[in-house]
């Protein structure tokens, strides 16, 4: 996982936490709802990210594959 795709992670899941924040959900529904407005806010992200790079953020690799690679 590269530094964006876990800045990404992170921006839906502060982004979720904070629209939760606002509409204090009631049900399963109202959290699973909340939950895809925030993906959808960092998907969007990531989308212009990669038409401004014309590269893809999402990589096969996890953490330990990619220290390996640094050393």
Do not use: Y
Request: cysteine-free; charged content about 30%; glycine content about 6%.
């Amino acid at each position: 996982m590269t530094n964006l795709e876990l800045v990404l992670n992170m921006l839906a899941e502060a982004t979720t936490t904070e629209i939760s924040k606002e509409n204090n959900p009631n049900s399963f529904e109202d959290n699973q709802e909340i939950a895809r407005q925030g993906g959808t806010i960092a998907g969007n992200a990531r989308r212009e990210i990669e038409a401004k790079t014309g590269k893809s953020i999402v990589t096969p690799r996890n953490a330990k594959e990619i220290k390996q690679l640094e050393e």
